[in-house]
Nanobody, 121 residues
Framework: QVQLVESGGGLAQPGGSLRLSCAAS????????MDWWRQAPGNQRELVAT???????SYADSVKGRFTISRDNADDTMYLQMNSLKPEDTAVYYC???????????????WGQGTQVTVSS
């Protein structure tokens, strides 16, 4: 079983910064892509940023230039540095990982429980 635990959410002022972490634990063979999603009340869950196991990244247009995704493969941890925060960034942020759990090539996706980010003055 694989568990993803997010941390680092909270309240920030517009223009401020927060750093989210997502730590993977459990028994698995390898972690492939990891990404951050967010869901605001009344909205669908949207993809924020993705990072491959090799470090390639991609971002939603709404966060480009403000958010930076990174990962530490040695610690199986992913991060999201969020700068220049805006009220519209307010949402529950979820991490997701594509995981190979054993010798077979089959992969599974796992989700964290979510962490609230609120941007308000």
């Amino acid at each position: 079983q694989v568990q993803l635990v997010e941390s680092g959410g909270g309240l920030a002022q517009p223009g401020g910064s927060l750093r989210l972490s997502c730590a993977a634990s459990g028994t698995f063979f390898s972690i492939y892509d990891m990404d951050w999603w967010r869901q605001a009340p009344g909205n669908q869950r949207e993809l924020v940023a993705t990072i491959s196991s090799g470090g390639s990244t991609s971002y939603a247009d709404s966060v480009k230039g403000r958010f930076t995704i990174s990962r530490d493969n040695a610690d199986d941890t992913m991060y999201l540095q969020m700068n220049s925060l805006k009220p519209e960034d307010t949402a529950v942020y979820y991490c997701r990982a594509i995981v190979r759990t054993g010798r077979a090539a089959t992969t599974y996706q796992y989700w964290g429980q979510g962490t609230q980010v609120t941007v308000s003055s």
